[in-house]
């Protein structure tokens, strides 16, 4: 097949990528683990993208990290462990029969088997930004409706994400800086959110430095971590943007 441009919308409306992350997100939840479907990977593929922007890369970069982030998750249709190897496998066969060149869809594949914190490490700016996205998306509306209710509040990852009602990813490209900010209510506890997500901060920290920034978690207020990035500044876009709110 000819190579030609793939675009988001292409992947987007792609009725094998739509049926693996629609079983990716049945599997997870006779599993028991909180929603992996449609909202996580829209949240992630939007994330994905703003951040590469704001950091000024290029469009095309831009639009392949929101095609990663739409496809990161489908592996756990297979299973949950190392889905991101199975997920960048899967992700291969569907992009290079729609006919995207190699290189591109190299790009996306290392990002999709990168983006776990038992194994994967930041690669490239595709795979740091998709760690940051799909890390920062902790917020009550993944937790299933089944699961709102006081039973939930003994499961630690359903209490913890009920607990949040508003998070955002904001990229501060004057001072290098990307922050997760975090709002949650006393259902949880700050202590709570560490205990599950501090491997996935760590990543994160680490997919900051890769984009030459440093990374701050800030919940209610309150910076949990004030890490700075080793290396001299270069230049990038100016501003301090907001991106991809999730409130409820």
Same mark, same amino acid.
């Given at each position: 097949m000819a190579k030609k441009i793939v675009r988001f919308e292409d992947v987007r409306k792609s009725e094998k990528v739509l049926s693996l992350i629609g079983a990716a997100n049945k599997y997870l939840e006779v599993k028991g683990y909180n929603e992996h479907g449609l909202r996580h990977v829209g949240y992630v593929s939007k994330t994905t993208s703003n951040i590469l922007k704001e950091l000024g890369f290029d469009e095309r970069t831009c639009e392949l990290g929101a095609i990663?982030?739409?496809?990161?998750?489908i592996g756990n249709s297979v299973n949950r462990l190392y889905h991101g190897v199975s997920g960048a496998t899967l992700t291969y066969g569907i992009l290079d029969k729609m006919?995207?060149?190699?290189?591109? +869809?190299?790009? /996306?594949?290392?990002? /999709?088997?990168?983006?776990?914190?038992?194994?994967?490490? $930041?690669?490239? $700016?595709?795979?740091a930004a998709l760690i940051i996205a799909d890390k920062s998306d902790a917020h009550r509306t993944r937790v299933r409706p089944n699961d709102r209710n006081e039973t939930a509040l003994d499961n630690i990852h359903a209490r913890v994400n009920l607990a949040i009602k508003k998070n955002f990813v904001v990229i501060d490209s004057v001072k290098h800086i990307v922050r997760l900010v975090i709002f949650m209510d006393d259902t949880s506890s700050i202590m709570d959110f560490l205990q599950i997500y501090l491997s996935r901060m760590v990543l994160s920290e680490k997919?900051?430095?890769?984009? *030459?920034?440093?990374?701050?978690?800030? /919940?209610? *207020?309150? +910076?949990?971590?004030?890490?700075?990035? $080793?290396?001299? $500044?270069?230049?990038?876009?100016?501003?301090?943007?907001?991106?991809?709110?999730?409130?409820?």
């Open positions: 990663a982030g739409f496809m990161h998750d006919g995207m060149p190699f290189h591109e +869809i190299n790009q /996306i594949t290392m990002a /999709i088997g990168n983006h776990e914190e038992d194994y994967g490490i $930041p690669v490239n $700016p595709i795979s997919a900051a430095t890769f984009l *030459d920034c440093s990374f701050e978690l800030v /919940i209610n *207020d309150l +910076i949990i971590n004030n890490r700075r990035r $080793p290396k001299a $500044p270069t230049t990038l876009k100016l501003g301090t943007t907001e991106t991809n709110v999730s409130e409820e």
